[in-house]
Nanobody, 115 residues
């Protein structure tokens, strides 16, 4: 059974940084894509950043230049380095992994940006 486990969330001040990690266990294959979604209170879940197996990356406009997604293919782990955090980045962040047409989700980790 594939499990995605996130870590690294917490409280940060505006302008601060956090690094999220997501480790996959139970898989014998490498995911085609891994990435991060987030959901703020009262809002829909949105894709934040993703990285595919060839290293290509995608970011939503609001985080470009501030967030960096990376992965370790040998460990099936994906990271999200978040810099210059803003209060509007506050949300539950979910790890996502895709193997062909099958999606896997982590349980989510809270990120709160507040002074």
């Amino acid at each position: 059974q594939v499990r995605l486990v996130e870590s690294g969330g917490g409280l940060a001040q505006p302008g601060g940084s956090l690094r999220l990690s997501c480790a996959a266990s139970g898989s014998t294959f490498s995911f085609n894509a891994m990435g991060w979604y987030r959901q703020a209170p009262g809002k829909q879940r949105e894709a934040v950043a993703s990285i595919i197996s060839d290293g290509s990356t995608y970011y939503i406009g609001r985080v470009k230049g501030r967030f960096t997604v990376s992965r370790d293919n040998t460990e099936n782990t994906v990271y999200l380095q978040m810099n210059s955090l803003k209060p509007e980045d506050t949300a539950v962040y979910y790890c996502n992994a895709l193997y062909y047409d099958v999606e896997f989700w982590g349980q989510g980790t809270q990120v709160t940006v507040s002074s």
